[in-house]
């Protein structure tokens, strides 16, 4: 994966603006981080993108082919070619505890959490519920009502992941 920045005034953004958009037509995005820095005059977006190259790596290929398909105007990110194999183990759990939960609850899975969400929860090590608030989208009703169980399943894997600890001598 990679990283875009993007600085984009909040007075006469045009011709960035279309520059961004190009660039986002272009590439297969998987997330959109977006800050406003409030400065006067000088006021403007910050813009982090993180993507993987259109053509992943194959000279001619197809914008959608492999990691991300297009359906309809939504982008749809293969999170098995895009996040490190530890962290898509996780994520695979994740996704299985929110399959449960959305069939517990008669809802669909999105409603629970979304991919996009269950893969900031993993990319970002989230370890307490600041953490996942933080996360865009997930509010204090699904925060209180999923939380803790994504919680559990993120603390088991990163204990798993800890060198074990220094045997003393006698």
Known sequence: MKL??????????????????????THRIVSVDRHLVADGARSAWAICVTYVDADAGREGAPFGHGT???????LRV???????????????????????LAERDSVPPYAVFTNEQLAAMVR???????????????????LEKYGRPFLDVLKTAAAADLPPAPVEAD
């Open 4 to 25: 875009h920045f993007v600085r984009i005034p909040t007075e006469d953004s045009g011709p960035i603006e279309e520059e961004l958009n190009r660039f986002l037509g």
């Open 68 to 74: 991300a398909e297009v359906s309809g105007k939504k």
């Open 78 to 100: 293969d999170y098995r070619e895009v996040l490190p194999d530890a962290e898509f183990q996780i994520f695979a759990r994740l996704r299985d505890l929110r399959k449960q």
């Open 124 to 142: 970002g090590k989230a370890r307490t519920a600041a953490d996942l608030h933080a996360i865009d989208g997930i509010g204090p009703a699904r």
